[in-house]
């Protein structure tokens, strides 16, 4: 081998070791002071506008994106012996509207539904083994997939207080002696302050909290 190949070979190893101690250096800061999963999504506090009588729903011309606040009256239902308000429970932005004008509803029956835009969190479920590395408070850095070249501030708002498959509709039987160990999620609620309107409810999140 000549020496000009020997010294490229030699350089090309120096390099590759290089970057090996820096990929072992990056993992190991990230294991060793966060927590990080990408399952976890953007929600909000849901709200239900109700019709509050059987009856024909009149004035009731509400858009999908419009902004109402708390007690607003949206249209009327008129029974056959009184007309009632149609009003908001809260502040917030229609996001789906079930119902149109001059329609037959029912009591009960949900003709929209409201989501506190300015009030936006992600539930990340972090694994159970990772949940003493957290603590109400801590710092997080999310990125949501509708506005992935954007990092929003948050913190964990709060720790949920049992594992996500307590819960589940048809939860596993492990009577049958074959068990098998799986690890648990835990919801956590993490408040976000600077989100674009371009992060909406329902969408993927990943999440980086900083460890206690």
Do not use: C
Not at 44 to 60: Q, V
Not at 155 to 172: D, Q, R
């Amino acid at each position: 081998m000549s020496r000009g190949r020997l010294l490229m070979t030699n350089i090309v190893a120096f390099i590759v070791v290089l970057a090996l101690i820096a990929g072992g250096a990056y993992y190991y800061v990230q294991n060793n002071n966060y927590v990080k999963t990408d399952n976890a999504k953007v929600s909000g506090d849901l709200h239900t506008i109700t019709a509050p009588a059987d009856g024909k729903l009149s004035g009731f011309n509400l858009e999908e994106g419009k902004k109402v606040s708390k007690d607003d009256e949206l249209g009327k239902v008129s029974g056959a012996e009184k007309s009632m308000s149609v009003k908001t429970p809260a502040d917030g932005t229609i996001i789906k509207k079930q119902a149109n004008n001059d329609q037959m509803v029912q009591a009960g029956q949900t003709l929209a539904s409201e989501v506190d835009m300015d009030s936006l969190y992600v539930i990340a479920n972090i694994k159970e083994d990772e949940l003493k590395d957290i603590e109400e408070g801590d710092q997080v850095d999310v990125t949501v997939d509708g506005d992935n070249d954007t990092t929003i501030d948050g913190s964990v708002e709060k720790i949920g207080y049992a594992t996500n498959s307590l819960f589940s509709l048809m939860p596993k039987s492990n009577d049958d002696g074959n068990y098998t160990k799986v690890t648990q999620t835990v919801p956590v609620k993490i408040s976000i302050t600077n989100s674009s309107n371009k992060v909406l409810p329902g969408m993927n999140a990943e999440v980086k909290i900083s460890k206690n």
